[in-house]
């Protein structure tokens, strides 16, 4: 009888670790489908939050059969210059990019990309230049949506816009510091982004409204996120580039740190890449204010010392933000956008 009862507990014992098992196994797939349809339903749900971001950009590069183009090569191109960085992000130069190749890939994507630009104060006077430029290099044949954050909506200057092209004003206060209006951008890029671009624009540029383009700013630019070298500093040792040094500032720079010098006049990337990007540098310019701490150069500051630590994917060579008052080195084929010669007593509010 003991034996029969023994063979009777084992069964039974089977029998449950049996049904436990079944449960896990069932429980586990509802869950992960209960999961998926949540993940599906804030996809859909524009009101979820805040910080959620459809990502229409795709990775997957598809060209058009049949294209004809320049066959590439590994062993010929630039030699001058220094067309991929220590992580394998392109640096990109003339000459190292067929933009006939790149605009076909991304036209049936059908992508959107915002530009910002701010006029506050006199600055305006440099914005038909800006816009009129922009027209005619800043991503020809894509819909580009620019705007416009100003002080002084009724001066924004009417310009003929192509087919796709649009801009929008977004009034903002004046300032009596320069370095206010400059640094702030970062907030109301950051709000622009999550109060209305989210969801419907795939790419941001954040531009200085002191320059004009000279030649051809398109898809090549395009990237996760990217940064444009400082045409001040790019020939410099990095113990020159001209860092926050202060090590009680967030936006620190230890000597012997550091890759390259940004320019906080362009930058760019993925809309989702830029939002990091400004929060993180309008929480660091707010915590150094904090404690009576302004950066060297303001939020350019932050910004080199985010894209030390987050590297950008892309990085674009100093044809992408030139200086008008500085003669063309050799390895400039082309200037693309560049800051116009001003006199800072006569626009600048202090
Ligand atoms: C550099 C950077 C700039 C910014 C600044 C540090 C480049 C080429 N420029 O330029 O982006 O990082 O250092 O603060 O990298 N603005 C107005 N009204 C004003 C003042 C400024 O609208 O009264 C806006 C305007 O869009 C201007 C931008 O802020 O383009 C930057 O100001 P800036 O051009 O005077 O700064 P700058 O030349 O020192």
């Known amino acids: 009888m003991p034996l029969i009862n023994g063979k009777a507990v084992t069964a039974v014992l089977l029998i449950a670790l049996l049904l436990v098992i079944l449960y896990c196994y069932v429980s586990q797939s509802y869950r992960v489908v209960l999961s998926f349809q949540e993940k599906s339903k804030a996809t859909e749900d524009d009101t979820s ?46 000459g190292t990019f067929d933009s006939g190749l790149l605009d076909s890939i991304y036209r049936p994507k059908n992508i959107t990309v915002a530009a910002t630009v701010f006029a506050v104060g006199k600055y305006i006077m440099f914005l038909k230049d800006f816009l009129e430029t ?38 903002v206060p ?20 999550e109060k209305k671009l989210r969801n419907h624009t795939d790419y941001i540029f954040c531009l200085d409204v002191d320059s ?4 051809r700013w398109g898809t090549e630019s395009l990237g996760g996120l ?72 303001q939020e ?25 008052f500085k003669s063309k080195n050799p390895e400039i084929q082309i200037i693309r956008f560049s800051g116009v010669v001003k006199n800072y007593a006569d626009i600048r509010p202090n």
Request: net charge positive; aromatic share 14%; hydrophobic share 40%.
């Open 49 to 94: 939050d805040p910080e959620a971001f459809v990502t229409r950009h795709e990775l997957h590069l598809v060209s058009p059969d049949h294209l004809r183009y320049k066959q590439p090569s590994i062993v010929q191109g630039r030699t001058d210059v220094v067309a991929v960085t220590p992580w394998l992000a392109p640096v990109v130069w003339e």
């Open 134 to 171: 922009a027209e005619k290099y800043f991503f020809v044949g894509f819909r580009v949506h620019v705007y416009v954050f100003t002080d002084r909506p009724n001066e924004v200057p009417q310009v003929k816009m192509a087919a796709g092209r649009q801009l929008t004003v977004m009034p």
């Open 174 to 193: 004046s300032s009596n510091r320069w370095q206010e209006i400059s640094a702030r951008r970062m907030e109301l890029i950051q709000t622009l982004i």
């Open 226 to 297: 990217v940064a444009v070298i400082h045409p001040g500093y790019y020939r410099n040792e990095r113990s020159k580039f001209p860092y926050e040094r202060r090590p009680a500032s967030r936006a620190y720079v230890a000597p012997g740190e550091g890759d390259f010098y940004y320019c906080g006049g362009a930058f760019g990337g993925l809309l989702q890449e830029v939002h990091l990007l400004a929060k993180t540098c309008r929480q660091n310019f707010e915590a150094d204010a904090k404690v009576g701490i302004e950066a060297a150069w």
């Open 300 to 324: 350019e500051s932050h910004l080199n010392r985010y894209m030390w630590i987050n590297k950008p994917s892309k990085v674009l060579s100093p044809e992408y933000l030139w200086q008008d």
């Open 212 to 215: 004009k383009f000279h030649g």
